[in-house]
């Protein structure tokens, strides 16, 4: 590829206005987290800045969802015996689809062979990200049979007690199922696993393997998966099935008189909710282990001082499930309204929370001490247990590395967002009221990283490889992204994040926890996800997704699509920059900037401000070609005009106004078109709208200078057609932009 050279001269500094957001890192990802680059095929479909792991498809591509991995099997290097299976398809709020597939080979799973196909309204694929892991070929033939493998795998976890020996929890599992044979006694699965942690991607080190659930009723020895060479019986790979999550603060005796719902029962009141979709068990374990003994009350009024744990963990699992639902339309832990079962008072040697990945169970210990308030069933902790439940069902998450500090991290996040939707106000401390344990504004105060690789940053095997340690970095850009913040990084690079509030920023994390991320997903896909979400959302050029970037470059998590830009002025690093990832560039008198396509074609954001000064040449006669891509608006926004009110809070959406379909022969599946397109003098706006609302509509010109408008049109319900004057207008690209209340819609034109 010949290099292009801009020569940028200046009289004054000059500012490059970029919808993209700061890639200045002096951070290398490790090996396994580096992007895979795209096969010819695909980058002839795709935007430059995609690679295997995130592909971002062109405007004009016509790649579907349903047969995406067969019509391109080759691009993904996929080989004959690879196939991707489609595990799940779900819709979200703004009624675009999501395809999630599995990788199998020989039809054996592939463990963390995952892809999610995002769909556009229009039936194309928009984007797709997740991983495969290409090149294997091993045996299907086991020559270890699985009950000799399960063998393996409970000398692997020696308890005293397992789960499928409680009776208590046997039962319980039969009566959430409802079916008698339901056990949690292991039952194996052949997978393809690999070997170990750090080379999760690479398919020489991948097994066949028996994979088994083991989970214990022991509070020495806690619950894993554990993955049995299927060849010869060796323990290669395990994972947790429980977390020890740190608790935090214990406040239910001062929270004040809360209401409890509960069951009446044989002339007693017991702490069983039953009066929404989801059943909420709250189980007394008396400072033991899990049993099912209700606590219960004879007239209910929960008053007495023994009775304040309970009442604490029976509001702080309903103001979860109320967060939940009410904030993101999500029925309990797994979207379909599964048990909530609470163990409280428990205690198993040591005083913190977790949840059961295996039983879908979240246990608060007693404490160190006999006071009530001392017990580990606050909101937020509440909240941020419930949550691994969330992630389980969703991402999936594997509880180990980055993944796991992502998991950790979402916890931490959603639980101190129930803790806000309860009590009307955020700490951004875990564990404040006994004494914080994590810190989103300064993780460093308690030994957690705020920037990715940097102080703090833990690479050892405890604690699962540092989940609680690393979930510090997401922590941070959480809080940067809600509240601001400006600074530098451990690494000596300067950021400002203009914060959009954490009521925006907890509807993007949650986006993309649960439509973008996978079992494997590490610190460099989170960024990606939480991008793509907040695009969905707000528009690809709005301040809330420049926001997400900034924020990410705050805590050092860098893109690494291909880099176009490179400052020869030292400014910056001489890394270089990605035009999808850079909000402003400062560039000195006289310095010449280097641009070098990884193609021939080079794409820009709408938002993008494009300036050459004389002395631009392109190298060695190379052609400089350059696509503007118009900014991509929102299908929903919380609350008017971006703003939260109190409904939005409550999670009640605004309207959409302009309907989906047209009844005209120009149909198009959005209700919104302008023809003719391309004009040469006059062209017409027509507009489908569900009711009778106010717009406005601006005509802008490819470097977003605002051409013509026209504002405070009324429109009728059915088929409205506003009439522009467009001979004036040079040759060229030109955006038209409709903003009604509660959404904002813009279509490409050519003249």
């Not at 199998?104 to 797709?128: C, M, Q, R, W």
């Not at 610190?523 to 301040?543: E, F, W």
């Not at 794409?603 to 060695?620: C, E, L, T």
């Not at 319900?717 to 001979?727: A, Q």
């Amino acid at each position: 590829m010949k290099k292009i050279i801009i020569q940028l001269k200046f009289c004054a500094s000059f500012v490059l206005a970029m919808m993209v957001f700061c890639t200045l890192s002096v951070n290398k990802l490790s090996a396994q987290n580096a992007p895979v680059p795209l096969t010819m095929e695909l980058q002839r479909l795709a935007t430059p800045q995609s690679n295997a792991n995130w592909i971002d498809f062109l405007e004009s591509s016509s790649v579907r969802p349903k047969t995406m991995f067969t019509d391109l099997k080759r691009a993904f290097r996929l080989a004959f015996n690879d196939e991707m299976k489609l595990a799940k398809t779900e819709s979200d709020e703004l009624g675009l689809k999501h395809y999630r597939y599995q990788q199998y080979h020989k039809n054996v799973k592939v463990l963390f062979g995952e892809f999610i196909v995002h769909e556009k309204p229009d039936g194309f694929v928009s984007t797709a990200n997740g991983r495969i892991v290409a090149g294997l070929q091993l045996e299907n033939n086991p020559a270890v049979q699985e009950e000799q493998g399960l063998k393996s795998a409970l000398s692997f976890v020696p308890a005293k007690k397992y789960l499928w020996q409680n009776k208590d929890i046997e039962a319980d599992l039969k009566r959430k199922k409802n079916d008698n044979s339901a056990t949690y006694f292991p039952k194996g699965e052949l997978v393809y696993a690999p070997s170990k942690q750090e080379s999760l991607f690479q398919a020489s080190d991948y097994r066949l393997a028996w994979s088994y659930d083991i989970n214990t009723d022991d509070k020495e020895v806690i619950s894993q998966k554990v993955f049995v060479d299927a060849v010869t019986g060796k323990i290669i790979y395990n994972t947790p099935l429980s977390t020890n999550c740190s608790g935090g603060s214990g406040i239910s005796t001062f929270n004040g008189t809360v209401p409890v719902y509960t069951q009446l029962n044989g002339g007693s009141y017991y702490s069983h909710n039953d009066c929404q979709a989801t059943d909420i068990f709250v189980y007394d374990c008396e400072g033991g282990g899990p049993v099912n003994s209700l606590s219960y009350d004879a007239d209910n009024n929960w008053n007495a001082p023994s009775q304040k744990s309970s009442v604490q963990a029976q509001w702080g699992a309903q103001m979860t499930y109320n967060y939940y639902y009410n904030q993101h339309n999500r029925q309990s832990w797994d979207g379909a309204a599964g048990d909530m079962i609470v163990y409280n008072n428990a205690y198993f040697g040591s005083n913190n929370a977790g949840w059961s990945f295996g039983s879908h169970t979240a246990t608060f210990y007693a404490g160190s001490t006999s006071s009530p308030s001392d017990d580990w069933n606050t909101n937020d902790i509440m909240g941020h247990e419930f949550t691994h439940g969330v992630t389980q069902a969703s991402a999936g998450l594997v509880y180990s590395g980055e993944s796991g500090a992502l998991n950790e991290s979402f916890s931490d996040i959603f639980g101190e967002m129930v803790e806000s939707w309860s009590e009307g106000n955020c700490d951004y401390l875990v564990g404040a009221d006994r004494g914080a344990i994590r810190s989103f504004i300064n993780p460093n105060s308690h030994s957690d990283p705020d920037t990715y690789l940097g102080s703090y940053w833990y690479t050892g095997t405890g604690d699962n490889g540092g989940v609680h340690t690393n979930s510090g970095v997401q922590n941070h850009w959480f809080y940067l992204l809600s509240e601001g913040g400006s600074g530098t990084t451990d690494f000596g690079v300067p950021y400002s994040v203009t914060g959009i509030s954490r009521f925006k920023a907890r509807l993007i994390a949650y986006r993309a926890l649960t439509l973008y991320l996978t079992s494997s997903s590490q610190y460099i896909d989170a960024r990606a996800a939480t991008i793509h979400a907040a695009i969905d959302l707000y528009g690809s050029c709005s301040t809330e997704a420049i926001a997400v970037g900034d924020a990410w470059h705050a805590v050092g998590v860098e893109s690494k699509s291909p880099q176009f830009v490179k400052n020869a002025c030292g400014n910056y690093p001489a890394n270089g920059y990605s035009l999808w990832a850079i909000s402003t560039l400062t560039v000195a008198n006289s310095c010449a900037a280097e641009i070098t396509p990884t193609s021939s074609t080079v794409y820009f954001a709408a938002r993008d401000k494009i300036i050459f000064y004389p002395g631009f040449k392109a190298d060695n006669g190379s052609n400089f070609v350059a696509y503007i891509q118009p900014c991509a608006s929102s299908l929903f926004k919380n609350g008017i005009d971006g703003v939260i009110t109190s409904d939005a809070e409550k999670g009640i959406k605004p309207s959409i106004s302009i309907a989906k379909s047209m009844t005209t022969a120009n149909d198009l599946e959005d209700g919104f078109y302008v023809s003719p397109n391309p004009f040469t003098s006059n062209f017409s706006v027509s507009v489908n709208s569900n009711a009778e609302i106010k717009a406005h509509i601006n005509i802008y010109n490819s470097i977003g200078i605002k051409m013509s408008e026209k504002a405070d049109i009324n429109f009728t319900k059915g088929l409205n057609k506003i009439t522009f004057d467009g001979s004036g207008f040079a040759k060229g690209v030109y955006f038209v932009e409709i903003v009604t209340q509660n959404e904002k819609r813009i279509k490409k034109i050519l003249k």
